[in-house]
Protein backbone atom coordinates (compact mmCIF):
# COMPACT_ATOMS: atom_id res chain seq x y z
CA UNK A 1 0.00 0.00 0.00
CA UNK A 2 1.52 3.73 -1.02
CA UNK A 3 2.60 5.18 2.06
CA UNK A 4 0.61 8.42 2.12
CA UNK A 5 1.22 10.14 5.23
CA UNK A 6 3.54 12.66 4.32
CA UNK A 7 6.01 12.60 7.66
CA UNK A 8 8.38 15.33 6.43
CA UNK A 9 5.30 17.59 6.14
CA UNK A 10 4.03 16.87 9.72
CA UNK A 11 7.75 17.02 11.03
CA UNK A 12 8.30 20.67 9.88
CA UNK A 13 5.09 21.87 10.96
CA UNK A 14 5.32 20.24 14.43
CA UNK A 15 8.80 21.96 14.23
CA UNK A 16 7.57 25.16 13.74
CA UNK A 17 4.57 25.27 16.21
CA UNK A 18 7.05 24.06 19.08
CA UNK A 19 9.13 27.48 18.11
CA UNK A 20 6.05 29.27 17.67
CA UNK A 21 5.66 28.31 21.27
CA UNK A 22 9.42 29.07 21.98
CA UNK A 23 9.52 25.09 23.47
CA UNK A 24 12.50 22.94 23.20
CA UNK A 25 11.78 19.48 21.91
CA UNK A 26 12.34 18.07 25.49
CA UNK A 27 9.39 20.42 26.70
CA UNK A 28 7.24 19.56 23.69
CA UNK A 29 7.53 15.14 24.76
CA UNK A 30 6.77 16.39 28.15
CA UNK A 31 3.80 18.13 27.64
CA UNK A 32 2.62 16.12 24.83
CA UNK A 33 2.91 12.67 27.29
CA UNK A 34 5.37 11.35 24.91
CA UNK A 35 8.88 9.90 25.21
CA UNK A 36 11.77 12.48 24.03
CA UNK A 37 13.54 9.52 22.02
CA UNK A 38 10.25 8.31 20.29
CA UNK A 39 10.53 12.14 19.01
CA UNK A 40 13.97 11.73 18.14
CA UNK A 41 13.19 8.56 16.03
CA UNK A 42 10.39 10.07 14.62
CA UNK A 43 12.95 13.25 13.36
CA UNK A 44 14.94 10.03 11.70
CA UNK A 45 11.92 8.82 9.47
CA UNK A 46 10.15 6.39 12.00
CA UNK A 47 6.87 6.52 11.39
CA UNK A 48 4.68 7.94 14.47
CA UNK A 49 2.30 5.07 16.12
CA UNK A 50 -0.69 5.95 16.30
CA UNK A 51 -1.03 7.19 20.17
CA UNK A 52 2.05 9.64 19.59
CA UNK A 53 0.23 10.84 16.61
CA UNK A 54 -2.81 11.50 18.18
CA UNK A 55 -0.73 12.93 21.31
CA UNK A 56 1.20 15.16 19.03
CA UNK A 57 -1.62 16.53 16.81
CA UNK A 58 -3.50 17.09 20.28
CA UNK A 59 -0.06 19.28 21.39
CA UNK A 60 -0.02 21.37 18.27
CA UNK A 61 -3.42 21.57 16.85
CA UNK A 62 -2.43 20.10 13.72
CA UNK A 63 -4.99 18.17 11.36
CA UNK A 64 -3.75 14.76 10.43
CA UNK A 65 -5.70 15.49 6.93
CA UNK A 66 -2.98 18.03 6.27
CA UNK A 67 -0.42 15.58 5.97
CA UNK A 68 -2.32 12.87 4.16
CA UNK A 69 -1.42 12.98 0.28
CA UNK A 70 -3.79 13.43 -2.29
CA UNK A 71 -6.06 14.85 0.17
CA UNK A 72 -4.40 18.07 -0.68
CA UNK A 73 -1.64 19.34 -2.94
CA UNK A 74 1.22 18.24 -1.45
CA UNK A 75 2.77 15.64 -4.56
CA UNK A 76 6.17 17.14 -5.34
CA UNK A 77 9.59 16.29 -4.20
CA UNK A 78 10.10 17.64 -1.23
CA UNK A 79 13.06 19.61 -2.78
CA UNK A 80 10.87 20.98 -5.43
CA UNK A 81 8.74 22.52 -2.62
CA UNK A 82 11.95 23.53 -0.45
CA UNK A 83 9.83 26.08 1.79
CA UNK A 84 12.47 28.41 3.25
CA UNK A 85 12.01 31.84 5.14
CA UNK A 86 14.35 34.13 3.12
CA UNK A 87 15.29 37.08 4.69
CA UNK A 88 17.63 39.43 3.00
CA UNK A 89 17.82 42.86 1.93
CA UNK A 90 15.27 44.05 -0.58
CA UNK A 91 17.76 45.09 -2.95
CA UNK A 92 18.41 41.90 -3.74
CA UNK A 93 18.13 41.11 -7.75
CA UNK A 94 16.76 37.87 -9.64
CA UNK A 95 20.52 37.00 -10.20
CA UNK A 96 21.18 37.38 -6.45
CA UNK A 97 18.06 35.58 -5.60
CA UNK A 98 19.10 32.82 -7.60
CA UNK A 99 22.34 32.27 -5.40
CA UNK A 100 20.30 32.37 -2.45
CA UNK A 101 18.47 29.92 -3.48
CA UNK A 102 21.57 27.59 -4.30
CA UNK A 103 22.70 28.14 -0.36
CA UNK A 104 18.66 26.91 0.84
CA UNK A 105 19.51 23.95 -1.46
CA UNK A 106 22.67 23.36 -0.02
CA UNK A 107 21.52 23.87 3.66
CA UNK A 108 18.78 21.32 2.70
CA UNK A 109 20.83 18.97 1.42
CA UNK A 110 22.86 19.52 4.54
CA UNK A 111 20.24 19.02 6.91
CA UNK A 112 19.00 15.57 5.20
CA UNK A 113 22.66 14.22 5.82
CA UNK A 114 23.17 15.32 8.98
CA UNK B 1 3.49 50.31 8.32
CA UNK B 2 1.06 49.53 11.47
CA UNK B 3 1.16 46.55 13.32
CA UNK B 4 -1.91 44.45 14.18
CA UNK B 5 -3.20 45.21 17.29
CA UNK B 6 -1.13 43.71 20.56
CA UNK B 7 1.36 42.93 18.51
CA UNK B 8 4.17 45.09 20.04
CA UNK B 9 3.10 43.90 23.57
CA UNK B 10 3.35 40.10 22.25
CA UNK B 11 6.66 40.77 20.85
CA UNK B 12 8.00 41.60 24.54
CA UNK B 13 6.32 38.81 25.99
CA UNK B 14 8.50 36.62 23.50
CA UNK B 15 11.55 38.17 24.09
CA UNK B 16 10.96 37.87 28.07
CA UNK B 17 9.65 34.52 27.48
CA UNK B 18 13.02 33.32 25.76
CA UNK B 19 14.68 35.09 28.19
CA UNK B 20 13.03 32.90 31.32
CA UNK B 21 13.57 29.73 28.98
CA UNK B 22 17.37 30.87 29.58
CA UNK B 23 17.11 31.30 32.68
CA UNK B 24 18.07 35.26 32.42
CA UNK B 25 16.71 38.61 33.45
CA UNK B 26 13.88 40.78 31.57
CA UNK B 27 17.01 42.74 31.18
CA UNK B 28 19.35 40.73 30.38
CA UNK B 29 21.46 40.81 27.09
CA UNK B 30 21.01 38.21 24.81
CA UNK B 31 23.40 35.39 22.65
CA UNK B 32 21.63 35.06 19.79
CA UNK B 33 24.29 31.79 19.05
CA UNK B 34 22.96 30.43 22.34
CA UNK B 35 19.29 30.97 21.72
CA UNK B 36 19.77 28.88 18.70
CA UNK B 37 21.52 26.50 20.23
CA UNK B 38 19.07 26.31 23.28
CA UNK B 39 16.20 26.08 20.69
CA UNK B 40 17.87 23.38 18.85
CA UNK B 41 18.09 25.94 15.75
CA UNK B 42 21.67 24.67 13.90
CA UNK B 43 23.61 28.00 13.37
CA UNK B 44 25.32 27.64 9.98
CA UNK B 45 28.01 30.30 8.63
CA UNK B 46 27.43 31.44 4.92
CA UNK B 47 31.24 31.08 4.71
CA UNK B 48 31.43 26.73 5.81
CA UNK B 49 28.16 26.26 3.48
CA UNK B 50 28.72 28.25 0.71
CA UNK B 51 32.58 29.21 0.47
CA UNK B 52 32.60 30.94 -3.28
CA UNK B 53 29.35 32.66 -2.84
CA UNK B 54 29.75 36.49 -3.76
CA UNK B 55 27.77 37.10 -0.61
CA UNK B 56 31.08 36.85 1.08
CA UNK B 57 32.82 40.00 -1.09
CA UNK B 58 31.47 42.47 -3.24
CA UNK B 59 27.90 41.48 -2.50
CA UNK B 60 27.86 40.57 0.75
CA UNK B 61 25.28 43.42 1.79
CA UNK B 62 22.90 41.74 -0.58
CA UNK B 63 22.40 38.59 2.04
CA UNK B 64 21.64 38.63 5.36
CA UNK B 65 20.56 35.39 6.77
CA UNK B 66 17.94 32.30 5.85
CA UNK B 67 15.82 29.83 7.81
CA UNK B 68 15.72 26.46 6.12
CA UNK B 69 13.45 24.21 8.00
CA UNK B 70 13.38 20.35 6.98
CA UNK B 71 11.08 18.02 9.25
CA UNK B 72 12.05 18.24 12.89
CA UNK B 73 15.71 20.17 11.82
CA UNK B 74 15.94 23.72 11.46
CA UNK B 75 18.97 25.84 10.40
CA UNK B 76 19.82 29.11 10.11
CA UNK B 77 22.37 30.36 6.95
CA UNK B 78 23.80 34.18 8.23
CA UNK B 79 26.19 35.66 6.29
CA UNK B 80 29.47 35.84 8.80
CA UNK B 81 31.42 38.57 6.76
CA UNK B 82 28.83 41.54 8.11
CA UNK B 83 29.94 43.13 11.20
CA UNK B 84 29.08 41.14 14.40
CA UNK B 85 26.69 43.46 15.60
CA UNK B 86 24.41 43.08 12.08
CA UNK B 87 25.04 39.21 12.62
CA UNK B 88 23.32 39.22 15.88
CA UNK B 89 20.29 41.51 14.63
CA UNK B 90 20.34 39.15 11.43
CA UNK B 91 20.25 35.89 13.30
CA UNK B 92 17.45 37.59 15.89
CA UNK B 93 15.47 38.35 12.57
CA UNK B 94 15.31 34.85 11.41
CA UNK B 95 14.29 33.40 15.12
CA UNK B 96 11.75 36.23 15.21
CA UNK B 97 10.23 34.57 12.60
CA UNK B 98 10.27 30.98 14.00
CA UNK B 99 9.20 32.74 17.05
CA UNK B 100 6.25 34.28 15.50
CA UNK B 101 5.31 31.07 13.85
CA UNK B 102 5.50 32.40 10.49
CA UNK B 103 4.43 30.52 7.35
CA UNK B 104 6.93 29.20 5.32
CA UNK B 105 7.10 29.99 1.69
CA UNK B 106 8.86 29.41 -1.36
CA UNK B 107 11.83 31.91 -1.68
CA UNK B 108 11.64 32.31 -5.32
CA UNK B 109 8.67 33.17 -7.75
CA UNK B 110 7.68 31.40 -10.57
CA UNK B 111 9.00 34.65 -12.46
CA UNK B 112 12.30 33.96 -10.65
CA UNK B 113 11.33 36.85 -8.50
CA UNK B 114 12.19 36.62 -4.53
CA UNK B 115 9.52 36.13 -2.51
CA UNK B 116 8.73 38.45 0.52
CA UNK B 117 5.86 39.52 2.59
CA UNK B 118 5.97 42.95 3.85
CA UNK B 119 4.04 42.34 6.69
CA UNK B 120 5.98 39.63 8.17
CA UNK B 121 9.27 41.31 7.54
CA UNK B 122 8.43 44.15 9.53
CA UNK B 123 7.24 41.62 12.36
CA UNK B 124 10.37 40.16 12.05
CA UNK B 125 12.55 43.59 12.29
CA UNK B 126 10.42 44.74 15.28
CA UNK B 127 10.75 41.26 17.59
CA UNK B 128 14.56 41.23 16.38
CA UNK B 129 14.91 44.54 17.99
CA UNK B 130 13.03 43.82 20.84
CA UNK B 131 15.15 40.19 21.71
CA UNK B 132 18.39 42.19 21.89
CA UNK B 133 16.80 45.03 23.92
CA UNK B 134 13.76 44.24 25.66
CA UNK B 135 11.50 46.95 26.63
CA UNK B 136 12.89 46.14 30.44
CA UNK B 137 16.42 46.86 29.03
CA UNK B 138 15.62 50.20 27.85
CA UNK B 139 13.95 51.26 30.84
CA UNK B 140 17.37 50.07 32.61
CA UNK B 141 19.47 51.63 30.35
CA UNK B 142 17.99 55.06 30.06
CA UNK B 143 17.22 54.42 34.60
CA UNK B 144 21.08 53.87 34.58
CA UNK B 145 22.69 56.19 32.66
CA UNK B 146 24.12 53.57 30.46
CA UNK B 147 23.41 54.81 26.79
CA UNK B 148 26.90 55.11 26.32
CA UNK B 149 27.54 51.72 27.20
CA UNK B 150 24.67 50.11 26.09
CA UNK B 151 26.14 49.53 21.82
CA UNK B 152 28.63 47.19 24.11
CA UNK B 153 26.20 45.48 26.65
CA UNK B 154 23.41 44.41 24.30
CA UNK B 155 25.63 44.59 21.08
CA UNK B 156 23.58 46.52 18.76
CA UNK B 157 24.12 49.50 16.05
CA UNK B 158 23.73 52.96 17.39
CA UNK B 159 20.69 53.07 15.21
CA UNK B 160 19.27 49.96 16.63
CA UNK B 161 19.67 51.03 20.23
CA UNK B 162 18.34 54.84 19.71
CA UNK B 163 14.75 52.93 17.47
CA UNK B 164 14.44 50.59 20.80
CA UNK B 165 14.57 53.66 23.39
CA UNK B 166 12.18 55.38 21.31
CA UNK B 167 9.47 53.01 20.58
CA UNK B 168 9.36 51.12 23.67
CA UNK B 169 8.81 54.40 25.15
CA UNK B 170 11.73 54.37 27.57
CA UNK B 171 13.22 57.25 26.00
CA UNK B 172 9.57 59.39 27.19
CA UNK B 173 9.41 57.88 30.59
CA UNK B 174 12.70 59.01 31.29
CA UNK B 175 12.21 62.38 29.87
CA UNK B 176 9.07 62.61 32.53
CA UNK B 177 10.66 61.54 35.31
CA UNK B 178 13.76 63.92 34.64
CA UNK B 179 11.06 66.93 34.10
CA UNK B 180 9.16 66.04 37.35
CA UNK B 181 12.46 65.81 39.06
CA UNK B 182 13.33 69.00 37.84
CA UNK B 183 9.66 70.58 38.43
CA UNK B 184 10.07 69.44 42.30
CA UNK B 185 13.26 70.35 42.56
CA UNK B 186 12.34 73.72 41.32
CA UNK B 187 9.28 73.88 43.61
CA UNK B 188 11.68 72.24 46.62
CA UNK B 189 14.42 75.36 45.78
Not at chain 1, 14 to 21: V, W
Not at chain 1, 98 to 114: A, C, F, G
Not at chain 2, 16 to 35: E, G, N, T, W, Y
Not at chain 2, 165 to 187: D, E, K, P
Amino acid sequence: MTDRFDNEAFFAALNAARLSRQKTWKEVAAEAGINASTLTRMGQGAKPDVNGLAALLAWSRLKAEMFIKGAEAIESEPIARITALLRADPKLTSDKAKLMEDIVVSTYNRLKDS
Amino acid sequence: MGFRRGFKAEANRIALRVRQQMDLSPHAPIDPIAVCAHFEIELLQLSDVEPESPFLGDHQDAFSAVTVPRGLATAIVHNDRHHPYRQRSNICHELAHCFLGHECAPPLLENGDRSRDGGMEAEANFLAGVLLITNEAANRIMLDGLYHQAQGIYGVSKPMLDFRLRVSGAQTIHQRRMGSAGRSSLVSS
